[in-house]
């Protein structure tokens, strides 16, 4: 049972670009939410999607966006970066509707903007 | 004041010894309380879950919550150097799969 995946594994970019990371759910998983771990710090929650729309936010500027497709997998996309988007991107996914509340992480995208 | 308070260590303990882990927080709408651990460079991995106030055990952790005090623990018994990682606490509200807050992590060593 394949769980979380995401790509890239690492990124590198320069302040101004745009970047899209990917993420697979693990089977059976509906809902996927996405977070940004700084070095030293605990994960951000930035949204989550369901359903294809995107359900909650968390405190994220317009620059990062989403997108959810009907096999449930999900893209992150960050535009204008800024040196302080350097970080982990985790996504983490769930099923709440079939009993599983709990979120489990993917291994991340690391993103260095220089 | 952030919602979530965790003491970023280092900590480091001798193989065998009890290892306790804690957070504090100041959301009392919080009701879901997970414990996960993080090696280096890698996703966070579900240790631990517990729904409201209680203790919950499973192999050598144990998770307590003590809502009153808005106190969570983390115990590990029999520690080995493989538990070794950061460990994060995290919490959310009325349902398990809503946003997460997360503590900062404790660093843990355990040395052989």
């Known amino acids: 049972d394949a769980g979380v995946t995401q790509s890239p594994t690492h990124l590198i970019k320069t302040r101004g670009q745009q970047v899209t990371l990917r993420c697979s759910p693990k089977?059976?998983?509906?809902?996927v939410s996405w977070y940004q771990q700084a070095l030293g710090q605990g994960p951000q929650f930035i949204f989550q999607?369901?359903?294809?729309?995107?359900?909650q936010r968390g405190n994220f500027p317009d620059r990062f966006s989403g997108h959810q497709f009907p096999n449930y997998s999900s893209e992150l996309n960050v535009n204008a970066l800024l040196l302080g988007d350097s970080a982990l991107y985790l996504c983490?996914?769930?099923?709440?509707?079939?009993?599983?509340?709990?979120?489990?992480f993917g291994p991340g995208t690391r993103l260095l903007v220089l | 004041q952030k919602e979530v308070e965790q003491d970023p260590g280092p900590l480091s303990v001798p193989e065998g010894a009890i290892v306790s882990l804690n957070c504090t927080y100041s959301?009392?709408?919080?009701?879901?309380f997970m414990w996960y651990r993080q090696y280096s460079r890698k996703g966070p991995e579900l240790l631990m879950y517990?729904?409201?106030?209680g203790n919950k055990e499973d192999g050598r952790f144990t998770a307590q919550v003590d809502k009153s005090s808005k106190y969570i623990s983390l115990f590990i018994r029999d520690s080995q150097p493989s538990d070794s990682a950061t460990y994060l606490c995290?919490?959310?509200?009325?349902?398990?799969?809503?946003?997460?807050?997360f503590g900062t992590g404790t660093r843990l060593t355990i040395i052989p």
């Open positions: 983490a996914s769930s099923a709440p509707d079939r009993g599983v509340e709990t979120q489990y």
């Open positions: 089977s059976g998983h509906d809902t």
């Open positions: 999607y369901y359903e294809e729309e995107e359900r």
């Open positions: 959301n009392s709408a919080f009701q879901y």
């Open positions: 517990t729904y409201s106030s």
């Open positions: 995290a919490m959310s509200g009325n349902f398990g799969n809503e946003k997460l807050t």
